[in-house]
């Protein structure tokens, strides 16, 4: 391995071209960990040149790992950028948003040529090997695009033309260089020119890499594994897609079959798997996240998010008589369902239960699903069992999550259903209820109607769930209520939930008097029950947010009155019916509730 220091006017300098390859992964910098500070180094050195100080010392940009490429003879030396692409890339970005200011000005018709001369090969056989650096293959269309099309709109125009937006961000680190370079220069003609040579000297000859080149000894996959772009670390499944494809490539099998089979969906997908998912209080990316119920399902034990890419590699030495396309295709076909979850149509069964799930939190139920829907995809009545596991499954989640029990055993208990469905044979809702029904230890119980009651009246849920949560039970509750003589409605997102009897309700809903035979004791005990009765889901129910200001303390008739006047929701139709409101007529909409709570909701015992 050889390693030194060099000018980017040497890098780029060279007859050659810098591939990412395939199993790279896409363009993933943005503006605020890696544009605006490389622009700030950059404009830093270059407003020091403009005022004459030639002794400001060089940028380091980083280091980049390449590897020899053997190439025929008819085409330009070459490199593959084992570490490295996401900095080349965007230096060659911010070089196409550079000339593209100076194209027009012929007064700077050299110093594009100059610029041009970075980023392209001259005298090549074929149009693609012009590029110095050419990014992996999800990329290299809006590349090419930023790098040719020479200016802000004709680049709009081509990328919409070709219906490409989801994936440019690319595009966006052309327009923000672009932008930000021609805020900076401004509009006096010499200063123009004056900026803009001290721009190009600052790329040339202030802005360095550490180049290591690699030796027939060296080992590409280990130095990969040990190295990240700047400020954008290595996703664990970065590391586990490149130890695949690199193992392919020993293998001598088809690897740009795998990476279009298996793959590239994950990279056109790009805005999903990247999007980060919150985990309790911590927030990841999605691809990350099914990485870890992937192999917790594979696993059938619990795997820690620190340790994803080394289980990952204990994962393939366990079935080290499987080769990497089978690797691959497991890892497909579970993340599809994976993909799945997140985008089905809330207007079935299954896209409501994910949707709530995925407001409940409860993550760990996810390896228990990847590996159910994987195995009934040859289960003969699998749509309609399907269906009946997920109504028990959030039957299951949401009565617990009433009743305040833990969740800290679900990761090993979904893995044992798992276990014992898959040993039984028999991916049924009936199978999925013999085991729940078992489970006696109050960290894994299935709360009975009785048990549900008591949590579901009593509990003052405003302040022991969360709100996401809360709107959700009302809205289930809602749709409930409709029937073949209401109307269709979709609940608007922001309407909040309020108390029908207020928090603060001592000026207009005073206690009924008792008489003089109440002592203070009973007293202080009538107020404590009706401060946690307010809370609790009897009390409780939809407001616009301009609505609840004007009546919120207010008393019962004007507040009602207003209700029914702007409120359309099943969930107020009940006030139609009442004259009064205190801590019985609470309890009572409760138990109505819970009713309706039963059948959404039901336990096999309420159902035998």
């Known amino acids: 391995m050889k390693a030194d220091a060099y000018e980017l006017s040497i890098v780029f300098g060279y007859e050659r071209q810098l591939f990412a390859p395939l199993f790279q992964r896409p363009y993933v910098w943005d503006k605020e960990k890696q544009w605006e500070p490389l622009w700030n180094d950059i404009k830093t050195i270059a407003e020091n040149l403009v005022q004459g100080n030639e002794d400001v010392k060089p940028h380091f940009l980083g280091a980049i790992v390449l590897d020899q490429l053997r190439v025929p003879v008819d085409k330009p030396d070459a490199r593959s950028m084992i570490d490295g692409q996401q900095r080349l890339t965007t230096m060659q970005v911010f070089l196409a948003a550079f000339r593209d200011l100076c194209r027009d000005k012929p007064e700077l018709k050299r110093l594009s040529k100059r610029i041009e001369r970075l980023m392209f090969n001259d005298d090549?056989?074929?149009?693609?090997?012009?590029?110095?650096?050419?990014?992996?293959?999800?990329d290299r269309l809006i590349y090419r695009v930023v790098m040719t099309a020479r200016s802000p709109h004709e680049v709009r125009r081509i990328l919409e033309k070709q219906g490409s937006n989801g994936r440019a961000r690319i595009a966006k680190a052309y327009n923000y260089f672009y932008d930000t370079i021609s805020e900076w220069i401004g509009d006096d003609n010499q200063a123009v020119k004056d900026k803009l040579e001290a721009i190009l000297n600052s790329i040339q000859k202030k802005i360095r890499l550490v180049v290591i080149d690699m030796g027939h000894e060296d080992d590409?996959?280990?130095?990969?594994?040990?190295?990240?772009?700047?400020?954008?670390?290595?996703?664990?499944?970065?590391?586990?897609?490149?130890?695949?494809?690199?193992?392919?490539?020993?293998?001598?099998?088809?690897?740009?079959?795998?990476?279009?089979?298996?793959?590239?969906?994950?990279?056109?997908?790009?805005e999903f798997w990247r999007g980060e998912m919150r985990q309790g209080r911590i927030k990841r990316p999605r691809i990350?996240?099914?990485?870890?119920?992937?192999?917790?399902?594979?696993?059938?034990?619990?795997?820690?998010?620190?340790?994803?890419?080394?289980?990952?590699?204990?994962?393939?030495?366990?079935?080290?008589?499987?080769?990497p396309e089978w690797h691959l295709r497991s890892f497909r076909e579970h993340a599809d369902h994976f993909y799945n979850f997140f985008t089905m149509s809330r207007e079935h069964r299954e896209g409501e239960f994910f949707h709530r799930l995925r407001i409940m939190d409860t993550t760990t139920v996810f390896p228990f699903l990847l590996g159910l829907y994987r195995d009934l995809e040859n289960f003969s009545d699998a749509s309609?069992?399907?269906?009946?596991?997920?109504?028990?499954?959030?039957?299951?989640?949401?009565?617990?999550?009433?009743?305040?029990l833990t969740a800290k055993d679900y990761n090993r208990l979904f893995l044992d259903l798992l276990a014992e469905l898959r040993k039984k044979g028999q991916f049924t809702r009936q199978s999925l209820r013999d085991f729940l029904m078992r489970q006696t230890a109050e960290s894994r119980l299935w709360p009975t109607d009785e048990k549900f009651r008591q949590a579901w009246l009593y509990s003052p849920l405003y302040n022991t769930i969360t709100r996401p949560r809360l709107r959700m039970l009302l809205k289930a509750l809602d749709e409930a209520l409709s029937s073949s003589k209401t109307e269709n409605y979709s609940l608007r997102d922001d309407l909040t939930?309020?108390?029908?009897?207020?928090?603060?309700?001592?000026?207009?809903?005073?206690?009924?008097?008792?008489?003089?035979?109440?002592?203070?004791?009973?007293?202080?005990?009538?107020?404590?029950?009706?401060?946690?009765?307010?809370?609790?889901?009897?009390?409780?129910?939809?407001?616009?947010?301009?609505?609840?200001?004007?009546?919120?303390?207010?008393?019962?008739?004007?507040?009602?009155?207003?209700?029914?006047?702007?409120?359309?929701?099943?969930?107020?139709?009940?006030?139609?019916?009442?004259?009064?409101?205190?801590?019985?007529?609470?309890?009572?909409?409760?138990?109505?509730?819970f009713e309706l709570a039963c059948r959404i909701w039901p336990h096999p015992e309420s159902e035998s």
Request: charge should be negative; hydrophobic fraction near 35%.
């Open 384 to 404: 309609r069992e399907k269906v009946g596991i997920l109504e028990d499954l959030e039957s299951y989640l949401v009565r617990r999550m009433i009743c305040r």
């Open 288 to 323: 990350d996240l099914f990485l870890q119920h992937y192999l917790t399902l594979m696993k059938k034990d619990e795997v820690t998010a620190s340790a994803l890419f080394a289980e990952f590699q204990k994962l393939v030495d366990k079935h080290s008589n499987q080769n």
């Open 124 to 138: 090549v056989k074929e149009d693609i090997d012009r590029f110095k650096v050419w990014p992996t293959n999800v």
């Open 220 to 270: 590409a996959q280990v130095i990969f594994e040990t190295l990240n772009a700047r400020g954008t670390p290595l996703l664990p499944s970065d590391l586990v897609k490149n130890f695949l494809f690199h193992r392919a490539q020993e293998e001598k099998s088809d690897v740009q079959f795998l990476y279009e089979s298996y793959w590239e969906p994950f990279e056109k997908e790009d």
């Open 497 to 593: 939930v309020e108390h029908i009897l207020p928090q603060y309700w001592e000026e207009h809903w005073p206690l009924s008097a008792l008489g003089e035979k109440e002592t203070p004791e009973e007293r202080i005990e009538r107020i404590r029950r009706r401060n946690t009765l307010i809370h609790t889901i009897g009390n409780l129910t939809f407001l616009t947010k301009a609505l609840n200001p004007a009546i919120s303390n207010g008393p019962f008739e004007r507040k009602k009155s207003e209700i029914l006047k702007y409120s359309a929701l099943n969930l107020n139709r009940f006030l139609t019916e009442i004259k009064t409101w205190d801590e019985e007529r609470i309890l009572k909409r409760g138990e109505e509730f």
